[in-house]
Structure formats: C-alpha cells, structure tokens
C-alpha cells in the first residue's frame, strides 16, 4: 500500500507562486506513475501534471503548461509541483496521486480513475 502526504497549499494573490510536495512512501516510490489532480466543489476532477515511474518529461494540461513544472525527487520519495503566475481559476484542491507504473507504460496519466493511490489534498486559493 502507498501512503501519499501532501503540502504547501495556502493562500496568495494572483500572480504569485506556491510549491506543492507530495511524500510518498519509500518502498515503492520509483515504481510509481506520479500525478497531480484537482477539484473545486461541484466539478469533475482535473488532470493537472505528471511524471511517470521511470522519469522523463512531465505531462501537463494545457491550462498549466507553461507556468506549472512537476518534478519528482527519488532520493526524498518526493514529488514536486512548482506553480507560478497563479490566476483565480488555479484556485482548488489539489491531490496527489499514485499508481503502479512499471510495466502499464502505455496507460494513459491524464485519466484519475486509473490511480490507486491518493493524498489528502492540499488547498490553493488564488485570490483576484
């Protein structure tokens, strides 16, 4: 079982810049697919940013690309998102997530449903 404990949401003005951190526990860290989701209340939840177990580039969803970086750290069984120019709309909760990635390389990242594993969400809130 993989326990996911996230931080580093707050409260900040638009144009400005949080760092969220998801621990993951060590044991299976570098097997991991590695995402970053998020909801607001009453909507679906969102494909954000994610890295797969073996590395490489990251994925975005285009409303972040550009501003969002996602990096994963195997040494501290950490991963990383680095949010600048945050506007209103990035304002949610933000989960991070996991799934058994090796060998299911040709799984899609952007689909929540296919990660087993989840944080307990850390709140951004963008204000105007």
């Known amino acids: 079982q993989v326990q996911l404990v996230e931080s580093g949401g707050g409260l900040v003005q638009a144009g400005g810049s949080l760092r969220l951190s998801c621990s993951a526990s060590?044991?299976?860290?570098?097997?991991?697919?590695m995402g970053w989701f998020r909801q607001t209340p009453g909507k679906e939840r969102e494909f954000v940013s994610g890295?797969?177990?073996?590395?490489?580039?990251?994925y975005y969803a285009d409303s972040v690309e550009g501003r969002f970086t996602a990096s994963r750290d195997y040494a501290k069984n950490t991963l990383y998102l680095q949010m600048n120019s945050l506007n209103p709309d990035d304002t949610a909760m933000y989960y991070c997530?996991?799934?058994?990635?090796?060998?299911?390389?040709?799984?899609?990242?952007?689909?929540?449903?296919?990660?087993?594993?989840w944080g307990q969400g850390t709140q951004v809130t963008v204000s105007s």
């Open positions: 997530a996991a799934r058994l990635g090796a060998g299911g390389d040709g799984i899609s990242m952007f689909t929540g449903d296919t990660y087993a594993y």
């Open positions: 060590a044991r299976v860290f570098s097997t991991l697919d």
């Open positions: 890295i797969r177990w073996i590395g490489g580039s990251p």
